[in-house]
């Protein structure tokens, strides 16, 4: 039985010898991020990680070590590496919308964009990463070509509406097209490892665009 001179519960004994003060509410303690922190923690590890090793040099337990979190939290999201290293990619920026009326504008705005993104983000790791890992890993392969693709809308879109302008034929690949203006970039940064600056895009948006031409040109000629 609880003596009738000692404090009831939930109240302390005031040193100065006052009345017995309500326990103070405890602080919080610093454990391991919440729901959406940890998501986010996760995804922003496997970027770090990517840029430090590699996909191949990627673990689970390397990313819950350092977003702070155990691995079954990563394993309650994504069931192996692979479809989180996907989504981790997919944070990472891509092409800006550029619709300026004019095809060769659009162009230069865009790259150029992509490039500043390029050099100023994890993007300029990752992208050589996960490309070195694609021709021996076909279930990368298949989760990152629609990924790759969703990132090239905005180029075709731009090609899509030179054509409705009548700046580059109807009849053109616009795939093509796409690799043809992107092709000297990822030459440039995977193989050569040439930083392009921004006095590169013009140049290479007016050597694809009288590709492109050209092919309007000869495609009259076969009329």
């Known amino acids: 039985m609880r003596r009738l ?5 939930g109240l302390r004994d005031d040193p100065s010898g006052g009345a017995a003060a309500p326990d103070a509410p405890s602080a919080p303690s610093a454990g391991r991020p919440r729901s959406e922190e940890a998501h986010r923690a996760i995804l922003e590890a496997t970027l770090s990680l990517l840029v430090d090793v590699g996909y191949s040099g990627l673990t689970v337990e390397g990313v819950a070590q350092r977003a ?7 394993y309650r999201r994504w069931p192996s590496k692979l479809p989180l290293v996907i989504e981790a990619f997919r944070q990472l920026p ?20 992509y490039l500043r993104t390029y050099h100023s ?9 996960l490309a070195g890992e694609l ?10 070509a629609p990924v790759v693709r969703a990132r090239r809308q905005p180029l075709l879109r731009a090609l899509e509406r030179a054509v409705a302008r009548g700046e580059i034929p109807a009849d053109l ?3 093509l097209a796409a690799d043809l203006i992107f092709g000297p970039i990822t030459v440039r940064t995977f193989f050569t ?7 590169s895009v013009r140049p290479i948006v007016e050597m694809a665009l ?13 009329d």
């Open 121 to 129: 983000t994890p993007l300029g790791a990752v992208v050589p990463s």
């Open 210 to 222: 009288e590709g492109l031409r050209r092919a309007k040109h000869d495609a009259a000629d076969d």
């Open 94 to 113: 891509g092409l800006e919308e550029a619709d300026t009326g004019d095809l060769a504008t659009d162009l230069e705005q865009m790259l150029k964009s």
């Open 173 to 175: 690949d616009l795939d």
């Open 193 to 199: 490892r040439a930083k392009l600056g921004p006095r």
């Open 5 to 9: 001179d000692s404090p009831p519960a």
């Open 68 to 74: 702070g979190v155990g691995k079954a939290t990563i």
């Open 135 to 144: 021709p021996h890993n076909p279930e990368l392969m298949e989760l990152f």
